[in-house]
């Protein structure tokens, strides 16, 4: 078979695999209903919580608060695609797709553009309820674009490691928690909720070396306005690093699945 | 595939995951346009053979070609020219049944029109056209199976490999789905069908090989296996129970093996080798004995009695523990 003609087929089976993992959303609304609460629960709960403690001078602090709680909301919904793989392992589903000609890496690309579409959905809603709360963007139509755009690349990411771990454990609850694990602590000691020169010196290193410092602080001059370039590129460039691992990581382990 | 290879053809097939020897040693052959029974118990080795012919799992040493191709080395190639039913009814709960075929259609790369054709005609064939507008997760075991047939079936295998295909079924359903693979096998389609239930075997399949840990420990038709365990089973259900010892020692002489109570029917069996059946030489022991018959049958050996005689497992439970059967 020709390279393009293979190209197609693994183009049609990703949407065909896509289409299969958004009905699941459609059918059990529960799961979208759940995302969609706890995000409107993030933007007004944050909000208000912190407001009056945390001085974020010359800055609205929803504003502030807005790229943090984009990436907490979708870091908190990437072990959806983890505990989706380990029951279609334990279900027998992914034998029934690895024993048919399909293109390989199309089950998890399928997987992981469905969540991706998902975290898209999540992002609209916390941004359309931030608005009604004071939330602005602040540097033009293109950024805000990238503003959003770059939350659903992070829980793109994310979602190939919760992929990883899914496929891993073969277990949905296992998977479930063991994916949000890295996340939690690396979110908490970031430029999420508080300026980084707030914090006390030993974390303060740690902070700004960790890359979620780096997305957050992207996402913010995005939303915020001020030089975007650095921490755009220092963004992307972590998240390309951390792709080029996770990504043919998970495609092995799905390549050698076994219950 | 050319007209005298086989269907599957594998040599010395070996797996190990960590301490266990899964396979050691399996070869099996199964002719075009035949359904040979790989038959064990749990744990034989049934499931890693499967899954090393369908692509899933890769050999540690020995080769195997399926419609010609080699299973490692042309993976894809077999993976377009094989269908399989695995051990789980493996449907999407949450898509309508025609939306599963229509699925695995587009995944084996059908266009719109041959995909609508042969999911319509999958879905009458297995008699789910009704059904096929609901989710899956309100069909019946017997539907899910029916269901999973059928979309081992979209890509017009040349091979079909079926994995423990009733295993959860209740006995109406298995009956049901064991007509489903009878008139699929009435029409030439090649498989190699693994179980545990003995009569599945013997209902199925043209040629049976039998494996437990790991190894082929028989190969042959349904009728050459029982041969190989010779003779006759004669079946006497005695007037008292009490007298179970003493026909037992009447009927020793007579006997090829030791002969055993069926744990179910009370009843004693008794292996008796060769051609024409002793009944008259039985009933006399017995009379001679000072013992009452209630009944009395004479019968070939069953694949169970082939079972029990071939696998000397004692560790666990075993699927099947009747000496008896019906036919």
């Known amino acids: ?259 | 595939m050319s007209g005298s290879e086989p269907a599957i053809q594998a040599e010395g097939l070996h797996k190990r995951f960590g301490a266990v020897q899964a396979l050691d040693d399996v070869s099996l052959t199964v002719p075009a346009g035949t359904v040979v029974g790989l038959l064990g118990p749990n744990g034989a080795g049934k499931t890693t053979t499967v899954r090393i012919l369908t692509t899933l799992l890769a050999p540690d040493a020995g080769r195997a070609r399926v419609a010609g191709f080699d299973v490692v080395d042309q993976a894809a190639e077999v993976r377009a020219t094989v269908g399989l039913a695995g051990q789980h009814a493996a449907v999407d709960p949450l898509l309508t049944g025609r939306e599963n075929l229509d699925l695995i259609a587009t995944l084996h790369h059908l266009d719109r029109a041959t995909r609508r054709r042969r999911v319509h005609e999958l879905l009458e064939r297995f008699d789910l056209t009704a059904a096929a507008g609901r989710r899956t997760s309100t069909y019946s075991g017997g539907m899910r199976r029916r269901l999973d047939l059928a979309a081992s079936l979209i890509g017009q295998p040349k091979v079909l490999v079926l994995d423990e295909p009733t295993a959860g079924l209740d006995p109406a359903s298995r009956k049901a789905l064991w007509a489903t693979i009878r008139s699929l096998v009435d029409q030439g389609t090649t498989a190699l069908l693994t179980t545990q239930y003995l009569e599945e075997a013997d209902q199925l399949a043209d040629d049976i090989v039998v494996i437990d840990h790991g190894q082929v420990i028989a190969t042959g038709t349904p009728d050459q296996l029982k041969a190989q365990v010779g003779g006759h089973r004669i079946e006497v259900e005695l007037a008292h129970p009490a007298d179970t010892t003493s026909a037992v020692q009447a009927l020793e002489e007579l006997a090829s093996g030791s002969p055993a109570v069926d744990p179910h029917t009370g009843r004693l069996v008794i292996p008796i080798p060769g051609g024409a059946a002793p009944t008259a030489a039985v009933l006399r022991r017995l009379a001679g004995a000072g013992l009452d018959v209630a009944d009395l049958v004479v019968r070939r050996p069953t694949l169970d009695d082939v079972f029990l005689t071939l696998t000397t497992r004692t560790d666990q439970a075993r699927p099947v523990t009747t000496v008896g059967g019906t036919r």
């Open chain 1, 1 to 259: 078979m020709s390279a393009t003609a293979r190209l197609d087929d693994g183009l049609r089976d990703t949407i065909a695999m896509t289409r299969r993992n958004l009905y699941h959303y459609l059918r059990l609304p529960a799961l979208l209903a759940v995302a969609v609460t706890q995000s409107i629960l993030f933007v007004v709960m944050f909000t208000y919580v912190f407001k009056g403690a945390i001085h974020t001078p010359g800055v609205h602090y929803v504003d502030y608060l807005m790229p943090g709680i984009l990436l907490l909301a979708v870091a908190f919904g990437s072990p959806n695609t983890g505990v989706g793989l380990a029951e279609d392992l334990t279900t027998g589903m992914l034998d029934r797709f690895r024993s048919l000609p399909m293109a390989r890496p199309a089950l998890l690309a399928g997987r992981t553009l469905a969540d991706a579409i998902r975290n898209l959905v999540v992002v609209l809603v916390m941004l359309g309820v931030g608005a009604l709360i004071g939330f602005r963007f602040h540097a033009g139509p293109f950024a805000a674009l990238a503003a959003i755009a770059l939350p659903v690349a992070v829980g793109y990411v994310l979602s190939w490691f919760a992929a990883l771990v899914g496929l891993a454990t073969g277990d949905a609850e296992t998977a479930g928690t063991a994916s949000l694990l890295p996340v939690i602590p690396l979110a908490f000691t970031s430029s999420t909720f508080v300026p980084v020169d707030t914090m006390p010196g030993p974390l303060q290193a740690w902070a700004d070396i960790n890359p979620i410092t780096h997305i957050v602080d992207a996402d913010r001059a995005l939303i915020l306005g001020g030089p975007t370039a650095t921490p755009v590129f220092q963004a992307l460039a972590w998240l390309t690093a951390l792709a080029a691992v996770m990504i043919p990581l998970a495609l092995r382990r799905y390549h050698h699945a076994t219950q």
